[in-house]
């Protein structure tokens, strides 16, 4: 972590901040999924019962609990790792699979005609590109 009085501390807040962001929102969201599996799969089970993904919801609940529990995962991991090596690879790595993870969400929402929640993703995604960015760059 650089001193409080260098200019890369703003940045590296920066990255620590949208890491600590994204591993707040996908380790809830995912472990939400992990431990009310049941609860999950049956709100999913009607909101799809209408698409062409009706017949998959078990199997993408599924996917998308690995992918964000690995994005909330690996961001955790990073922001511990800013604060003690400074390094932002995991933080990187976390970010991009949050952002892959809304792309999955994103979809899901427009499939299922759900076109406010689709759009209520928005801002976590450009969120999850900032990340990407900021933890690139240095």
């Not at 920066?14 to 995912?30: K, T, Y």
């Not at 009310?36 to 017949?55: E, I, V």
């Not at 604060?83 to 299922?112: D, E, I, K, N, P």
Request: with cysteine.
């Amino acid at each position: 972590m650089p001193s409080f009085e260098s200019t890369d501390f703003t940045f590296w807040l920066l990255q620590a901040l949208c890491a600590a962001f994204l591993a707040i929102l996908f380790l809830q969201s995912g472990l939400d999924k992990v431990f009310d599996w049941k609860g999950n799969l049956g709100w999913l089970t009607g909101h799809f019962a209408k698409s062409p993904l009706r017949g998959v919801v078990p199997l993408m609940l599924a996917t998308l609990t690995v992918m964000e529990v690995a994005a909330g995962a690996l961001s955790g991991a990073g922001l511990v790792a800013l604060v003690v090596t400074g390094g932002a690879t995991l933080a990187f790595w976390g970010a991009l699979l949050s952002a892959v993870s809304l792309v999955a969400l994103f979809f899901g929402q427009r499939m299922a005609k759900e076109y406010a929640g689709a759009g209520a993703l928005v801002p976590y995604f450009l969120l999850s590109l900032v990340a990407v960015y900021v933890t690139r760059l240095r």
